[in-house]
């Protein structure tokens, strides 16, 4: 081996620098040849014994390479075959035979000539088994790397795994892989196999995970280019289709375009362009004609319609705001200084909300106007929404857009309409609102009207959160009992219960008929209405709590006016309270002077109505019977449990009103409250029922001048109503001068005007008896037997009722019919004790 090696040591062949190639050993190839040098090498070398020796430059660039250029080892390879080509280069074909190292150099010739040693390896290396796990790594790895590379043909591979000798696999591997000349140059300078491939075997892990990562990123790049050549492809195809459809398409584009402009000045916040983008996009792809595309254009409009961001700048000034309060309303101070309360608070603390205000009281008292003025003080915009009727929690959250014909809901068009996010919305007659089995609205409301979850109400339509927070909500209601609990208690209730006519009065001179004067275009030197005239419209032409009627009726004055003001440019109209007929025609009510007389088995009581108070009168009449008990006048069942309760207290009390005892077997008993149309109920008007049966069953009469309201117990206490002040006011505007009131409703008459205080005598009871005393004319009396007429006619025929049934009657008549026949003098109409 050692002589072998001695042999080979001494050789010296002609060298030929390649440029970007590396040639192993058993490795076919073939290369063009253009330096002269590299040319003259080349024929030396066929002349000698066509072998030559080939080694790699170091810097490809180099056109006429040194000692130092080139790479020490090459391969001594045979040249098989040599081809002038035109334009003086030649194509040569190689064969590597072994590889070699340089050991001097010569240049005696025009090319190098170099002393090769060549660089033999043992045949077979004794860690066999290593090596072979070596090589299947590998040959495997190789597999990989040229599925990655797809340069490599298949049959390379397959020649790959089909080699035995260890030192031979990493050069042809070497030989067929894509890499650079230095790689390739340390694989062929290792004489180790078994260094050979492990440097073989890193650099194929090396490069495979440079290929993966290729390819990801190319497949990324082609996905995406994939995809615009896609869509680009297919809109144009789209172009095309609607071409052929015919001119409906034509705009199409235009429409899109106009929604993208539209989107983009809208100023939208990120998460609502984001949604209206995506839905341009949908409408994009969608037939013009298409029902969807009606349904995406809608809903485009509305997001690009509502004021996501806009607002007015609030005014906190207080000051301000009490001067347009005063300069719209009269009287209502309570009211005005709550207001202005709940407006310092929040000027205190910005950003606190507070209680939801909530104005209840009977139409026309100004609620709404209030609310108007203090939006105008506030300089928020004002929108009125009416929850009257409201049924369905859809109304106020909205359909989902899969329902046909789907719209927002109730507080977000009330929000497009005021165009700002921080409105005054008055939610008006909130305790009109009812549930039914489409769902309860008044959940929808509590989230709407809770600070702390209206940040982000959600509207079915919409399906993007609308922040609530910066809307000042006030509520109105006619009757606050009626409004659902959870949402009272959120609300801070202020009540405004009714005006005197007084009131009524300047309201109509300060404010009304300025008002409609300009409103008609009337000059106020023009038309003068008269204060006398404006309390005749007050007293004969409406009957309410509020002041609506009123102002309806001054505008039918004024438009009747303005046709004589037209037809007579010179004409000056006074209407005083004698011409108002004139214009009205015949008084519509007459105040009903409570009666006037006082009278036997009726009574006057109050009730509370949502258009205000008024007085109700209750009749009670007896007539021979087995003593039932008959109510009519569509009462509630609330008030027919009131009028059993007073009969039987009545019963109860009987022998101390001087009553006959067994009244409830004799006669029949019939209760009535008139204007039978209208239904009633509740609990207050017990002491009144119990009031009129004493009446008739005593046969003393009631005052005419008293009014009363209260509830009774079963043992006769009297207990506390709601709707004093509207319940008094009534009586006042009834002619009525004294009223009974439970005792516990004693702190309510602060509420009421002094002026109607004036004139009303209030006298608050605690029992029952209290009550007789101050209603009746005379107070019965145990020691006075009372007999209405009913029961001594009764007493009269009573021979005639033996006759047919004797046996059942004697011993009732026989047990009545002395103290009938002593008390009874005189006839019902004429009462005994007046
Ligand atoms: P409501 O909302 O309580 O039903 P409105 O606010 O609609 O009543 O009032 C009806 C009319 O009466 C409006 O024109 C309003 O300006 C007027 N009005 C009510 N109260 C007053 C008042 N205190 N001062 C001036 N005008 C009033």
Request: charged share 30%; net charge neutral; with cysteine.
């Amino acid at each position: 081996m050692k002589k072998e090696d001695k042999i080979m040591k001494e050789r010296k062949m002609p060298m030929l620098p390649l440029r970007g190639i590396v040639v192993f050993p058993y490795m076919i190839l073939h290369f063009d040849v253009g330096r002269t040098k590299s040319m003259k090498a080349l024929e030396d070398a066929m002349l000698i014994d066509q072998t030559i020796f080939l080694s790699a430059q170091i810097d490809a660039s180099e056109e006429d390479p040194g000692k130092e250029d080139v790479y020490p080892v090459g391969t001594i390879a045979r040249i098989k075959q040599l081809l002038r080509l035109p334009g003086d280069t030649i194509r040569v074909l190689v064969e590597g035979l072994e590889r070699a190292k340089i050991l001097s150099w010569s240049d005696e010739n025009p090319y190098f000539t170099v002393a090769v040693a060549s660089m033999k390896t043992p045949r077979s290396p004794r860690n066999k088994s290593e090596m072979e796990a070596l090589a299947r790594q590998v040959i495997e790895h190789f597999e990989r790397y040229a599925k990655l590379t797809n340069r490599i043909s298949p049959d390379a591979s397959l020649s790959v795994s089909a080699i035995d000798d260890f030192s031979r696999l990493p050069d042809v591997v070497a030989s067929n892989m894509n890499t650079g000349v230095d790689m390739k140059q340390a694989i062929l300078a290792e004489p180790s196999p078994k260094k050979r491939l492990e440097k073989l075997l890193d650099i194929l892990v090396k490069e495979i995970d440079i290929l993966e990562i290729e390819r990801n990123i190319n497949s990324k790049v082609r996905q995406q280019i994939d995809k615009t050549q896609r869509e680009y492809y297919l809109r144009e195809q789209l172009k095309a289709i609607q071409k052929e459809l015919g001119d409906q398409e034509i705009g199409r584009s235009d429409e899109s375009d106009e929604y993208s402009q539209k989107i983009e000045e809208a100023n939208l916040p990120e998460e609502v362009l984001k949604k209206a983008l995506k839905e341009l996009d949908r409408l994009k792809k969608m037939h013009a004609s298409s029902a969807e595309s009606g349904v995406i254009r809608t809903y485009l409009d509305w997001l690009i319609e509502m004021p996501w961001q806009e607002s007015t700048k609030e005014n906190l000034d207080l000051s301000h705001a009490e001067e347009i309060l005063a300069k719209d309303h009269y009287g209502l101070e309570k009211v005005k200084e709550r207001m202005l309360e709940h407006l310092a608070i929040r000027q205190l603390r910005e950003g606190m909300h507070g209680p939801i205000i909530c104005l209840a009281g009977p139409p026309g008292v100004g609620k709404t106007s209030v609310a108007k003025s203090i939006a105008e003080a506030l300089n928020r915009n004002y929108v009125r929404m009416s929850l009257g009727g409201v049924r369905d929690e859809a109304e106020i959250r909205g359909h989902r857009r899969t329902y046909v014909g789907a719209m927002p809901g109730r507080i977000i068009t009330a929000i497009k309409q005021a165009g700002t996010k921080n409105p005054l919305i008055l939610l008006d007659e909130i305790d009109k609102m009812s549930s039914d089995f489409r769902g309860d609205p008044s959940s929808a409301m509590l989230e709407v009207l809770d600070s702390e979850q209206n940040k982000d109400f959600r509207d079915h339509y919409l399906e993007l959160p609308y922040d609530l927070s910066d809307v000042l909500f006030i509520t109105t209601a006619n009757y606050k009992d009626a409004i659902p609990r959870p949402l009272l208690d959120r609300m801070e209730v202020i009540d405004i219960a009714g005006y005197t006519d007084n009131e009524k009065e300047q309201i109509a001179h300060r404010h009304l008929i300025p008002k409609q004067l300009a409103l008609h275009g009337i000059g106020e030197h023009r038309l003068k209405i008269d204060p006398a005239a404006i309390r005749e419209i007050i007293h004969h032409y409406t009957r309410e709590a509020g002041v609506r009627n009123l102002e309806r009726t001054l505008t039918s004055v004024m438009r009747k006016a303005a046709k004589e003001l037209v037809l007579d440019p010179n004409l000056v109209i006074r209407v005083n309270a004698k011409t108002i007929q004139k214009y009205l025609g015949a008084r519509k009510f007459l105040v009903d002077k409570a009666g006037r007389v006082d009278q036997v088995g009726v009574a006057r009581g109050l009730a509370w109505t949502p258009v205000g108070g008024d007085t109700l009168e209750i009749e009670v009449t007896l007539m021979q019977g087995d003593g039932s008990l008959e109510l009519t006048g569509q009462l509630g069942d609330v008030m027919k449990e009131s009028a059993r309760i007073a009969r039987s207290h009545v019963r109860s009390k009987a022998a101390e009103f001087g009553i006959d005892p067994m009244f409830h077997k004799k006669v029949d008993m019939h209760l009535h409250v008139p204007e039978g149309a209208i239904p009633k109920d509740g609990p207050s008007a017990g002491i009144t029922l119990a009031t009129a049966m004493v009446s008739a069953l005593t046969g003393i009469a009631v005052r005419h001048n008293v009014a009363m309201t209260g509830e009774i117990t079963l043992r006769g206490r009297v207990l506390p109503i709601g709707g004093l002040k509207e319940k008094t006011l009534a009586a006042h505007r009834a002619g009525i001068d004294t009223i009974i009131i439970p005792m516990e409703n004693k702190k309510d008459i602060e509420d009421i005007p002094e002026k109607v205080l004036e004139k009303l005598q209030m006298i608050p009871v605690s029992r029952f008896d209290q009550v007789l005393r101050h209603a009746l004319v005379k107070m019965p009396s145990e020691k006075t037997s009372h007999q209405p007429a009913v029961m001594r006619q009764e007493a009269a025929q009573n021979k005639k009722t033996v006759d047919l049934e004797p046996v059942r009657n004697t011993k009732t008549i026989d047990q009545e019919t002395p103290q009938n026949k002593s008390t009874i003098k005189k006839d019902e109409g004429d009462h005994p004790c007046s």
